[in-house]
């Protein structure tokens, strides 16, 4: 048995934007899917002549907070929303069915989706997180 393993079990994760009131946030309704952000430490070079051993080095510089995409099933007054927070920073929170959280200020940077002939319609959804997100354990 593996210890500390989460799993995605009821209640589903869920995805919300923070509504005009600072603290309240609005669901996203039919979630599909979510990835969390993908957090990156970039690095600059900073090798000269003398480094020791003939070894690069490297110093830490910016975060870079990644994407975090969802999917759901379409609904045309949720559509409507996402379009409205096209080049919008918006605050954002992904709750876990643990309880634990992301949050983070983002930019909706992709909103498309699939019309099949034989299968539900689908939107897909990518934010751009600005700054550093937040992990909260419950």
């Not at 210890?3 to 946030?25: F, K, M, R």
């Not at 510089?61 to 919008?88: C, H, P």
Request: glycine content about 10%; aromatic content about 8%; charged content about 20%.
């Amino acid at each position: 048995t593996v210890t500390g393993v989460q799993t995605c079990a009821l209640p589903i994760s869920i995805i919300a934007y923070e509504s005009d009131t600072p603290g309240t946030y609005v669901d996203f309704a039919e979630i599909t899917s979510i990835t969390p952000p993908a957090i990156k430490g970039e690095t600059a070079d900073v090798t000269h002549m003398a480094s020791p051993d003939g070894a690069r080095e490297f110093i830490a510089t910016l975060i870079d907070g990644g994407e975090v995409t969802f999917g759901l099933n379409y609904r045309g007054a949720q559509t409507d929303t996402l379009l409205g927070f096209l080049r919008t920073k918006k605050n954002y929170k992904i709750t876990l069915g643990n309880a634990d959280a992301w949050t983070f200020a983002g930019i909706i940077t992709n909103l498309s989706g699939a019309i099949p002939l034989d299968d539900k319609i689908t939107q897909d959804v990518t934010l751009k997180v600005s700054g550093k997100p937040a992990h909260v354990t419950d």
